[in-house]
């Protein structure tokens, strides 16, 4: 039993690693949000589409009722993409990560109106702790600048995710996940198909390599095992988990575009990976 979670909990945090690339790959792709989730939903389809058709994974829906709950939730979370990447570009990768990862909290909230499961305390604790690692986190910003904007897109790109998060885990222990996020990226590609008539995408050349990436490696697998990992968890179980993204995507911009962490990224970073084991070790229970 104890090994069965353990395993579950590090296929979470790997599927969190592959996912906290988008910080890097989103605020280093030269062309416009609504392009780059485009192009990244589409390819991510594409290899979702191979890889369901090579496990001879069923697409067929169980019920034609099924049919609204996933095209809201494809909406919400291409509203939470396009949002998310508008935060990255406006600010920084830090920034705009940490503000994202309001969204424990909001799904904490959240989750007894949608899954009618009881409210805990517990997640309250956690979620405050969250917070103020976060806040920590925080670099200094100027509120006229757009550090500021990076910030509300922020919040705005995490209350799209919980929303998605809570009406796909309905329907987690009912279909296969990587079909699941295999409708979601169709979804997303039609919804912003119609922004490739008015947007430039005369970059798709050079940055053609990374749009695969970010498809392949954040998308395609990232988030397939995030999905499949929320049949072993609570929604709120596994965003509060999840919540060490922030610290990895830090990390990988330090490597990457030279953003240096501060002494508070650091202290910032151990309160949420403090929270992490905590609700691993809670949710083992």
Known sequence: M?????????VLLVATFFISTSGVLGRYIAMPSEVIIWFR????AIFLFVFCKYRKINFKLKSSKHKKPFLIAGAFMAAHWVTYF??????NVAMGMLSLY????II?????????????????????????GLYVLSPDFNLKSSNLQGILFGVLSAFCYAIRILILKKYVH???GIMLMFYQ????????FPTLFFMDISGIQSQLPYLLLLAFLTTAIGHS??????QFFTASTASIISSVQPVFGIILAFLFLNEIPSINTFIGGSLILATVIIESIRSKN
């Open 185 to 192: 990226t169709v979804v997303i590609s039609l919804c912003l």
């Open 86 to 91: 508008y935060a990255l570009k406006l600010s």
């Open 108 to 132: 904490a909230f959240l989750e007894p109106v949608f899954l009618k499961t009881q409210f805990k305390p517990i997640y309250i604790v956690l979620g405050l702790l969250v917070l103020i």
């Open 174 to 176: 009912q279909y296969n």
């Open 41 to 44: 939903s589409t390819f991510a």
């Open 102 to 105: 309001t969204f424990p909290v």
């Open 2 to 10: 104890y090994n069965n979670h353990l395993k579950n909990v590090i």
């Open 225 to 230: 095992l995030m999905v499949h990992s929320l």
